[in-house]
């Protein structure tokens, strides 16, 4: 072969790998931009989810039954929703739409039933342990502004209380008030 058609050859198969060279980085690079693209919707999709989650838990307890209410919370739905609508309007609870009142009610009420932490009120709720402990807070304070409602005084019991079994624990109260 003479030396032009081997410099013919030569120039065409560098054409032809640019060429491949180029077609190779703009299918990598299309890729990386989908991919980047598919994770940025998971992304967002993920908070949807998890939004998703914690009513669908928030419905599990206080939507169906006034049994799985009380087990959960120690409350009634009615006395729950009651609650809810005291915090509403008298509480000064604070709401910037995040988190609804009845959530924020029924995480307070769930750690006070069951002694939780706020690690697993933020897995069942899905969560922060920030949000948890912020909400809580909120809704402490509305449950204290509103003590005076909430709150009853425990009437003192009479020393001479009409129940003949009654002598016998102010024995015990009188015996047992040193250790105490």
């Given at each position: 072969m003479d030396q032009r058609k081997i410099v013919a050859c030569f120039?065409?198969?560098?054409?032809?790998?640019?060429?491949?060279?180029?077609?190779?980085?703009?299918?990598?690079?299309?890729?990386?931009?989908?991919?980047?693209?598919n994770q940025q919707l998971a992304l967002r999709n993920r908070t949807f989810?998890?939004?998703?989650?914690?009513?669908?838990?928030?419905?599990?307890?206080?939507?169906?039954?006034?049994?799985?209410?009380?087990?959960q919370i120690r409350m009634d739905r009615r006395t729950f929703h009651y609650l809810c609508?005291?915090?509403?309007?008298?509480?000064?609870?604070?709401?910037?739409?995040?988190?609804?009142?009845?959530?924020?009610?029924?995480?307070?009420?769930?750690?006070?039933?069951?002694?939780?932490?706020?690690?697993?009120i933020g897995s069942r709720f899905c969560r922060s342990g920030e949000t948890i402990s912020r909400y809580l807070n909120s809704i402490l304070h509305g449950v204290l502004k509103l003590q005076g409602t909430l709150l009853k005084v425990p009437e003192l019991i009479p020393n001479a209380y009409p129940d003949p079994k009654w002598s016998w624990f102010e024995v015990f109260f009188i015996f047992y008030k040193n250790y105490f």
């Open positions: 120039i065409v198969n560098v054409w032809y790998l640019n060429i491949v060279t180029w077609l190779m980085m703009s299918f990598v690079k299309n890729h990386n931009s989908a991919r980047r693209r989810v998890w939004r998703m989650v914690g009513s669908a838990y928030l419905d599990s307890i206080i939507g169906y039954d006034d049994v799985q209410c009380v087990n609508q005291m915090l509403r309007d008298h509480g000064r609870v604070k709401l910037d739409g995040v988190v609804t009142m009845e959530e924020q009610v029924c995480m307070f009420l769930h750690i006070l039933a069951h002694h939780v932490k706020n690690r697993t």
